[in-house]
Nanobody, 120 residues
Framework: VHLQESGGGLVETGGSLRLSCAPS????????MGWYRQVPGHTRELVAS???????KYGDSVKGRFTISRDYFKHTVALQMNSLQHGDTAIYYC???????????????WGQGTQVNVSS
């Protein structure tokens, strides 16, 4: 099983995008899920995370503009990005602490990344 992102693309400054992330097949459960982003040549930074209890955390640069949500039945996570700025341009990666079957262990899975470009 792996995670699959969708929803990236090109948007103008001030616009909005919604990213989605889902397991490639049905899984038994998920704990923390979230999003990181990375600009080439820079370290990966946390954008937002959400626990299985619904507690959300955001990176300082996106607070008030981005909203993370999850579907507790499908074990998917989404990121609504509003008021996008040129500095939000990056590759966005979703991750999830997932258990595939009741009898398997927990694994932290990552998506392959989706490109977000915000024109200045």
């Amino acid at each position: 099983v792996h995670l699959q992102e969708s929803g990236g693309g090109l948007v103008e400054t001030g616009g909005s995008l919604r990213l989605s992330c889902a397991p490639s097949k049905s899984v038994f459960g998920a704990n923390d899920m979230g999003w990181y982003r990375q600009v080439p040549g820079h370290t990966r930074e946390l954008v937002a995370s959400i626990t299985k209890d619904g507690d959300a955390k955001y990176g300082d640069s996106v607070k008030g503009r981005f909203t993370i949500s999850r579907d507790y039945f499908k074990h998917t996570v989404a990121l609504q990005m509003n008021s996008l700025q040129h500095g939000d341009t990056a590759i966005y990666y979703c991750y999830g602490d997932v258990i595939e079957h009741q009898w398997t262990g927990w694994d932290v899975l990552w998506g392959q990344g989706t490109q977000v470009n915000v024109s200045s």
